[in-house]
């Protein structure tokens, strides 16, 4: 038995497939973690869905920037192109089903047996794992809740507040929750969050920083796998694990065998330009 971490799918079927042949999963043994994003710019979106739906309690998925954006275009707050890689999933049968399925995943994942945590992006300095889990509890009710769901995802998209505050309240909490765990890279040593900084280890302004290289982050004891960052590619450093390692643009899909930390990786390629890579 063995359980596998997977890096940023984002449609590509064809070489998540490749990868599970390469680890030799095996659906009634092994468990797969997703770290997010599963769709969108790539080209087999729906049959991703359907596949990690299909594994049941065999697979644990937490929510990614691209899968939230999904969510938004299916309760029509965000508008979608005729020939968007997401309109074979609107326009599926059993569109309703993965949706509702996809609205139950959780922001962060914490397995107690494995002692690892997992988030798409990232978690918030200021947060230990505890209050973390409590944090990310507070969008995932909000998204479960049909009443709710549709205004929060209206109100999702942005950039501001950038600094966490106990005080912090309505949708400016939940937007910040959301981008911590869904979009956050870089942070000033005070937490403060940059949304525009994308690149890679050292193109950042001066004065931001890796999220999980803060002085004090209060997760710093915490194993994390995490996906999202693909100019990052796989990183391996004290208690943190980078999985996305840019299959979308041609680079790798990557797997971590939890058990032993052992990576594997899948050369891809790629569906999209790499000068577009974020």
Not at 34 to 51: T, W
Request: charged share 25%.
């Amino acid at each position: 038995m063995a359980t596998y971490a997977i890096g940023d799918i984002q449609g590509c079927y064809a070489e998540l497939m490749r990868l599970l042949d390469l680890v030799g999963f095996s659906e009634t043994h092994d468990t797969l973690w997703f770290v997010g994003d599963l769709v969108n710019r790539g080209p087999d979106s729906l049959e991703v869905l359907r596949f990690v739906k299909g594994l049941g309690e065999r697979a644990v998925t937490v929510l990614g920037n691209h899968d939230l954006h999904l969510l938004a275009v299916a309760a029509g707050v965000k508008t979608c192109k005729k020939h968007s890689s997401l309109r074979p999933v609107l326009d599926a049968p059993d569109h309703d089903e993965l949706i509702r399925w996809l609205r139950y995943r959780p922001l962060m994942h914490y397995d107690e047996r494995l002692d690892f945590t997992m988030v798409h992006a990232a978690i918030a300095p200021q947060w230990d794992r505890s209050r973390a889990l409590q944090m990310a509890g507070e969008v995932q009710r909000v998204l479960r809740d049909d009443n709710s769901c549709g205004d929060f995802l209206a109100n999702m998209y942005g950039d501001q507040p950038d600094r966490w505050s106990e005080s912090l309240a309505g949708y400016d909490r939940l937007r910040f929750i959301t981008n911590a765990f869904t979009r956050l890279r870089y942070c000033t040593r005070k937490g403060r969050l940059s949304m525009k900084a994308k690149g890679p280890l050292g193109s950042q302004p001066s004065k931001y920083w890796p999220w999980f290289m803060i002085p004090g982050r209060k997760t710093a004891g915490t194993r994390v796998v995490f996906g999202h960052w693909s100019t990052l590619g796989y990183m391996a450093s004290v208690n943190i694990w980078a999985l996305d390692t840019g299959c979308l643009w041609g680079g790798h899909l990557t797997a971590l065998r939890l058990e032993d930390q052992q990576p594997f990786f899948l050369n891809c390629k790629g569906e999209l330009e790499p000068d577009g890579l974020a």
